[in-house]
């Protein structure tokens, strides 16, 4: 089992033989127990399936975009390669011009999250900690304004109160439970703002200590009154999904992620979508597939055709 540093086994967070549990140190040792899955993330390509829906005023759907990437470790991240697109491939000169454009994308991507992760490290006090995947609306439009948002299960960990811990059981391994709301007095970045509107369910494995799913909603009047538990939303109703997948390997790794507006336009700073990834087909980088080069990209000395 992966351990925090520091933690002492006799203090460990769920005891052997009781039900008593340490919400705090559970949720520190699951921050840092995902986020080191996560570094080994970097060892492994994967596919990637994003749905992306536009919806209008009334949830309903506008325009639907399916594609399907390849992802490949490079510079401490993963580029994406789109290998198809509406259910047709796409033509490999495409695919080509996507890899050589792959380094200038990555800056860019990594400039944008680096920002929105130092703006949420400033608000929990912890710049110095490791941090999980970052998903989400990578780049829209609202208007005429671009609107890019990263998230990861560490902005909810750091920035919520957590209660109520039962346990369940998911996909045969046994889980705690905990409710959460967002924190009280905390200044909450434009990019995370999200999360202090919703509250929700955590599932932690309880041999691992991983967070293997998160849901979050928008809360009924009733849900906001602490004295009573959270009533569960309904699939439609989460504002947010995260599921997590343990590999025969033992490592943790991102297997469902949703983020669902249902309509309003406020929730997202302005994208009013439902999207959704799917992440499947792990493979070692370096012993399951071939090396796979990025070219860096080039100065266009004329139009492409």
Not at 165 to 194: C, H
Not at 221 to 236: E, F, R, T, V
Not at 269 to 287: A, H, Q, V
Request: aromatic residues 8%; hydrophobic residues 35%.
């Amino acid at each position: 089992m992966l351990r925090a540093e520091g933690i002492n086994n006799d203090s460990a967070a769920t005891r052997q033989g009781s039900d008593e549990v340490d919400i705090p140190t559970l949720l520190r040792e699951s921050d840092f127990n995902g986020a080191t899955n996560h570094e080994r993330l970097l060892d492994y390509t994967y596919t990637q399936k994003r749905t992306r829906r536009k919806l209008d005023t009334h949830s309903k759907v506008k325009d639907e975009d399916i594609s399907i990437f390849e992802a490949y470790p490079v510079m401490g991240m993963h580029v994406l390669i789109r290998v198809s697109k509406n259910g047709s491939p796409v033509p490999e000169a495409k695919m080509l011009e996507a890899r050589k454009r792959a380094g200038e994308d990555l800056t860019r991507a990594e400039t944008a999250a680096t920002d929105q992760r130092t703006a949420v490290s400033k608000a929990a006090a912890g710049s110095n900690l490791k941090r999980h995947l970052s998903v989400g609306m990578m780049v829209g439009s609202s208007g005429k304004k671009a609107v890019s948002i990263f998230w990861d299960l560490s902005d909810f960990l750091r920035l919520c109160e957590f209660s109520a811990p039962r346990r369940d059981t998911l996909n045969n391994r046994e889980t705690i439970v905990l409710d959460f709301r967002a924190r009280s007095g905390l200044n909450f970045p434009k990019g995370k703002s999200f999360i202090a509107r919703l509250v929700g369910r955590l599932w932690i494995d309880k041999l691992d200590h991983v967070v293997v799913r998160l849901e979050g909603w928008l809360p009924s009047p009733a849900s906001l009154d602490k004295s009573k538990g959270l009533a569960a939303a309904s699939p439609a109703e989460s504002a947010i999904v995260y599921e997590q997948a343990r590999l025969p390997t033992g490592e943790w790794f991102p297997h469902y992620v949703r983020m669902n507006s249902g309509g309003d336009q406020t929730l997202f700073n302005g994208l009013n979508w439902d999207l959704s990834f799917e992440f499947s087909d792990y493979k070692r980088f370096n012993t399951d597939i071939k090396q796979v080069e990025i070219e860096a990209p080039k100065q266009k000395t004329s139009k492409a055709p």
